[in-house]
């Protein structure tokens, strides 16, 4: 009878069947590696429960944004807390939820996200870490979001609109690929002029040497006459280096635009950002060549020189001004009104002069004809003559005049509309972009001379289309120029966060320091740094 392979296996164990009492040394090292492990789980969790900072930063599976810095062991700060009661079977497949949940809003008061946005979307974003990533180091920017988390939406905004479509371009993959024109550039497609400009101002005319409308015109602007006009230090101020008191008045972009505050005619402390030039004014850049100024009158034998008016004035405060002036002329001891014998208490007696009985009127017919002079439109030149430009041209020459319904005989200037930001929907930094001339994404703005027309011109948008950026700002490509030279472009970056801020997306200038950005409560600095 052949032997079972049970008992070959037994063989070994003749004379001691009490083997499986005694593990064998297997089965001794399984049990000896779970202690060493069991060990090593209470002991980590003691070493947790005594030394909490160290525990969260072993846990941390990175270091905060520099910005977070001071929070990099303490968890609690911005992770919502949960207790043994949040835990459960299924709690475990919930673990993405958990870092999530953060508290941003305790220090990021911020705005609320676009009102449009469809419920879905709202939701989305209702948890800050769906966008914002920390732990990702010390030197990364929270607010530069993966294009990945705009195009989410954007490339089929309307399905993500709460009213089925929106104000700008329904597929948006990419800033390089599918970006649409700039809002106010589309709405002004083609137009010569800018429909709410309410200023008469041609950069062309002002960039031309000698700034007139054709090349060796009469009236030519040179610094000599300048000099004469309003002083040796505003001539010095607009000579260019290589030029003499005789040469023309040539101007460039900075005589006028100025991207710190310190720049000429500014009265104010220098700026640190620089991202947006300082608005062009009357005071520090027009005044020099075209002054407001009340022309002289003769009343009688008494000539009244010309003097100055404050500019920023409406024609019904102005005549007030200018009867005024006209007055103080005509009482002046020099002048046959001041020599008049006063009457009772202290009153102009027209008896003991007649010619006072005219003062009032005078008075009325040089303010009335002054102001009919400053609110006349600008002249047209003679045929085949070049124009002149005026000295303390009237304001119709450069605002726009509108009938006044409180006096029917005096009109109202328009205000200027032009904006402080032209492209409000995305942020944009001159002084980055500095290397290039103005005349590249402003074009219309150099030197040309005129023909014979009268140039007085509401301009167009003098400002470059979509394509102009996307030439740098988007992937390192070669294109070939028309004269067949080939040249690397692009490279520049191009990300969405780039140009554009979702939160207060419908009012992307303000910044940090808007009213609406303070948070609800502020905390001492004991306080701050627990992470209440």
Excluded at 265 to 273: F, K, N
Excluded at 324 to 346: I, Q
Excluded at 423 to 452: D, Y
Aim: hydrophobic share 35%; charged share 20%.
């Amino acid at each position: 009878m052949p032997r079972s392979p049970s008992r070959d296996l037994s063989d070994p164990h003749d004379g001691g069947r009490g083997y499986f009492h005694r593990p064998g040394g297997i089965t001794r090292a399984k049990l000896a590696l779970a202690a060493v492990g069991l060990a090593l789980v209470f002991g980590w969790a003691a070493v947790d429960a005594g030394y909490p900072s160290r525990a969260a930063t072993a846990h941390s599976p990175g270091p905060l944004a520099s910005p977070h810095a001071a929070w990099d062991a303490n968890c609690a700060a911005c992770h919502v807390g949960f207790s043994v009661t949040d835990f459960g079977p299924v709690s475990v497949f919930r673990a993405g939820e958990r870092w999530h949940a953060v508290t941003c809003e305790k220090c990021h008061a911020g705005p609320a996200h676009h009102s449009t946005v469809d419920a879905e979307g709202a939701a989305f974003h209702a948890r800050c870490a769906n966008c914002h990533h920390d732990h990702d180091g010390r030197q990364n920017a929270l607010a530069r979001v993966a294009d990945a988390q705009c195009v989410r939406c954007h490339e089929n905004l309307s399905a993500h609109h709460a009213n089925g479509g929106g104000p700008v371009g329904a597929t948006v993959t990419a800033f390089s690929r599918d970006h649409p024109e700039f809002r106010l550039l589309a709405a002004h497609a083609g137009s010569p002029s800018y429909d709410k400009r309410t200023l008469k101002f041609s950069h062309a005319l002002h960039m031309t040497p000698g700034l007139t409308y054709r090349e060796g015109a009469k009236g030519t602007w040179t610094l000599e006459r300048l000099a004469e006009l309003s002083g040796e230090a505003v001539a010095k101020r607009y000579q260019m280096p290589w030029q003499s008191p005789g040469s023309p008045v040539t101007l460039d972009c900075a005589s006028c635009h100025s991207l710190d505050a310190a720049g000429p005619g500014s009265r104010s402390a220098p700026r640190t950002d620089g991202a947006y030039y300082q608005p062009v004014s009357f005071e520090a850049h027009c005044k020099t060549c075209h002054p407001v100024r009340a022309p002289a009158g003769v009343s009688g034998t008494v000539a009244v020189p010309a003097f100055d008016l404050p500019h920023g004035v409406q024609p019904s405060e102005l005549v007030e001004r200018i009867a005024g002036e006209y007055s103080r002329h005509l009482l002046d001891d020099r002048n046959r009104f001041a020599s008049t014998p006063l009457g009772p208490v202290g009153r102009f007696d027209a008896r003991s002069n007649p010619a006072l009985a005219t003062y009032k009127s005078e008075i009325q017919r040089l303010a009335a004809t002054a102001t009919s002079v400053l609110m006349a439109p600008a002249p047209s030149p003679a045929a085949n003559e070049p124009p002149v430009p005026a000295r303390g041209a009237a304001c119709a020459k450069c605002h726009d005049l509108a009938p006044s319904a409180a006096n029917a005989a005096l009109p109202t200037i328009a205000p200027v509309a032009t904006p402080a930001v032209w492209l409000s929907g995305a942020r944009f930094n001159h002084s980055t972009h500095r290397g290039v001339s103005c005349a590249s994404c402003h074009p219309g703005t150099g030197a040309a001379f005129f023909g014979t027309g009268w140039t007085a011109e509401k301009e167009p948008v003098r400002i470059a289309g979509v394509g102009s950026c996307q030439q740098c700002h988007g992937p390192l490509r070669t294109v070939t120029g028309a004269d067949g030279t080939r040249r690397e472009i692009g490279g520049a970056k191009h990300a969405c966060t780039d140009c554009h801020k979702y939160h207060n997306g419908d009012h992307p200038q303000q910044g940090r320091g808007a009213r609406d950005r303070n948070p609800g409560r502020r905390f001492d600095a004991s306080e701050f740094f627990r992470g209440p």
